[in-house]
């Protein structure tokens, strides 16, 4: 089965740092973009960036540039998202996801993460 | 960036009925639209692709159409599980972005 699985919850406070992880299986991790997304409660999905863990490029929302850190290690197959000096805004459900065809980062999403909600306070 | 607007914020409808979701694209992105179904505390899924290709396993009730910057999604007939938030995304211009989704509800 294709599946990423994301690291648990998470509880932070103010100022500190976090890295989320996503294992991706079932599939050559290698040959497919991997994004991020964050959903703040209750509100849309906002695209952060996203990073192709062959050569470990990376495109980042300018919106979140500066600000997030999308890297991967291709040897165990995951993909990681750091945050930095957290604030109570970044509280929200953080997903990982492939992309369809492969080998383009502009791309529809076929496979999601289970999600990981991190909560800043 | 390119916004995406679903103008219709909740839909009422009730099982059996048609759904009709549009979602509208601030330029034109040829037919590179996807939309996504989101139930409450599940991740979203992806739906259809490409503006009109139903992804692997979704059922033939959903579809798909428009190009350049007008998109619509269609539920020919409602059934209790498609009750949920759905969503538009663009993937031509960077950032990638989504609509604000439009939820139908019962």
């Known amino acids: 089965e294709v599946q990423l699985v994301q690291s648990e919850t998470e509880v932070k406070k103010p100022g500190e740092s976090l890295r989320i992880s996503c294992r991706g299986s079932g599939y050559i991790f290698t040959d497919f973009w991997i994004a991020w997304v964050r959903q703040m409660p209750g509100k849309g999905l906002e695209w952060m960036g996203i990073i192709y863990p062959r050569d470990s490029r990376t495109r980042y929302n300018p919106s979140f540039q500066g600000q997030v850190t999308i890297s991967a290690d291709k040897s165990i197959a995951t993909a990681y998202l750091q945050l930095s000096g957290l604030e109570a805004s970044d509280t929200a459900m953080y997903y990982c996801l492939r992309t369809h065809i492969g080998s383009y980062w502009n791309d529809a999403f076929d496979i999601w993460g289970q999600g990981t909600m991190v909560t800043v306070s | 960036e390119t916004v995406l607007t679903q103008s219709t914020g909740t839909l009422s409808l009730s099982p059996g009925e048609r759904a009709t979701l549009s979602c509208r694209a601030s330029q034109s992105i040829g037919t590179a639209l996807a939309w996504y179904q989101q139930k409450p505390g599940q991740a979203p899924r992806l739906l259809i692709y490409?503006?009109?290709k139903r992804a692997t396993g979704i059922p033939d009730r959903f579809s798909g159409s428009g190009s350049g910057t007008d998109f619509t999604l269609t539920i020919s007939r409602l059934e209790p599980e498609d009750f949920a938030v759905f969503y538009c995304?663009?993937?031509?211009?960077?950032?990638?972005?989504f609509g604000g989704g439009t939820k139908v509800e019962i």
């Open positions: 490409g503006a009109s």
């Open positions: 995304q663009q993937y031509v211009y960077s950032p990638l972005t």
